[in-house]
């Protein structure tokens, strides 16, 4: 009888095995997850200037003392006093000068300026300069319209996103999506990004608080955030196998109604 009863005792702590190895717990679904080595602070990553390509999306705006010469920019383009920064990344596309496949920027008054690699702050100066053989003390304001990043994989809206910030953290950009489900794999994030020319996919875990000052915590435009599942669940109470789990039960007095 001792024997049975231990069999028995066997199947039950095999079925609830199962069971427990098929949930993950609270502290696998958190965020930058503090230990006792981990640093109280971190020094902010560095955020390289953003070098131009072809099919970016400029918003140029210029101020003089020649105010009817000026307009020139805002007429040619359909520009308003409206900005970018009141308005969706969207709409701001259809006030902006877009670089050709070649890399030029077509100007009124200045022509074609090479822009390909040069980054904001660059093509500012070399506007100023062009202009100031032509307007009195002009003002150029340059500003990229088209950010976008794609968040992909297991957060709650997945889709192509458009963003206004110079700054856009990589938890900002998941948030966005609406924050990852439940089943998403927070150790294992993966971030494709384009690097002189070249495509590179990087390897990230939210959990570790050291990602603060990594070079990829800040989102650069047209990057794609992929999130993986967990190979574990987490069970709530709404979706939890109730069935399985009865005919697991159900099963296993069977069976030990048979070894008895």
Same mark, same amino acid.
Do not use: E, G
């Given at each position: 009888m001792h024997s049975k009863i231990k069999q028995f005792s066997?199947?039950?702590?095999? /079925?609830s095995s199962i069971f427990l190895s098929s949930c993950v717990t609270q502290r696998e679904v958190e965020y930058l997850q503090k230990t006792e080595r981990s640093p109280k602070s971190f020094t902010e990553a560095e955020i390289l200037d953003y070098k131009l390509k072809p099919f970016d999306e400029l918003y140029i705006k210029v101020n003089s003392l020649d105010d009817?010469? &000026?307009? /020139?920019? %805002?007429? &040619? %383009?359909g520009q308003s006093s409206t900005t970018p920064d009141n308005i969706s990344p969207y709409g701001a596309s259809l006030i902006s000068y877009v670089i050709n496949t070649d890399g030029y920027l077509q100007l009124p008054l200045v022509g074609n300026i090479y822009v390909k690699d040069k980054t904001i702050s660059a093509v500012r100066l070399i506007l100023t300069d062009s202009l100031s053989h032509i307007l009195s003390q002009p003002i150029v304001t340059v500003k990229l319209v088209n950010r976008y990043v794609s968040v992909l994989g297991y957060v709650r809206n997945p889709g192509h996103f458009p963003y206004s910030q110079e700054k856009l953290s990589i938890f900002d950009a998941i948030g966005l999506a609406g924050d990852m489900t439940i089943y998403a794999n927070r150790e294992d994030v993966l971030l494709t990004r384009n690097e002189n020319g070249k495509n590179i996919i /990087?390897?990230?875990?939210?959990t570790k608080p050291e990602l603060l000052a990594s070079n990829y915590y800040y989102i650069r435009p047209n990057d794609i955030i992929y999130i993986k599942p967990l190979k574990k669940r987490i069970w709530g109470i709404s979706e939890f196998p109730f069935g399985i789990l009865l005919s697991s039960i159900s099963l296993t007095l069977v069976i030990y109604s048979l070894v008895k």
């Open positions: 066997l199947l039950l702590f095999w /079925v009817p010469t &000026a307009n /020139v920019f %805002s007429t &040619a %383009s /990087v390897k990230l875990d939210l």
